[in-house]
Nanobody, 122 residues
Framework: QVQLVESGGGLVQAGGSLRLSCAAS????????MGWFRQAPGKEREFVAA????????YYADSVKGRFTISRDNAKIMVYLQMNSLKPEDTAVYYC???????????????WGQGTQVTVSS
């Protein structure tokens, strides 16, 4: 079973930065995708960013484009989410996910971490 563990969440002021990390126990396949989703109370879980491991192609939600950066550490099977210029509306539980293809549909990622809380105060 593939296990994903997120870390790095916390409380920051608006305009501040955080870097989230997600460590995977093993690669899901020779070709796979890792991404980030988030969910605020009372809202649907939404796509944030994803990275194709082999090509390093990245894709971002419009709401975070230009502020967030997804990257990888292949030696550790780890993916990061650098979050800059944070806004109160970024407050959510952030989840790491892995799957066979890059897409924005939550239901199509079979592997998930436990989530890490990010709170942005004004």
């Amino acid at each position: 079973q593939v296990q994903l563990v997120e870390s790095g969440g916390g409380l920051v002021q608006a305009g501040g930065s955080l870097r989230l990390s997600c460590a995977a126990s093993e690669r899901t396949s020779s070709s796979y995708v890792m991404g980030w989703f988030r969910q605020a109370p009372g809202k649907e879980r939404e796509f944030v960013a994803a990275l194709d491991w082999a090509s390093t192609y990245t894709y971002y939600a419009d709401s975070v484009k230009g502020r967030f950066t997804i990257s990888r550490d292949n030696a550790k099977i780890m993916v990061y989410l650098q979050m800059n210029s944070l806004k109160p509306e970024d407050t959510a539980v952030y989840y790491c996910a892995a799957g066979p293809r890059l897409h924005t549909d939550t239901n199509l990622y079979p592997y998930w971490g436990q989530g890490t809380q990010v709170t942005v105060s004004s």
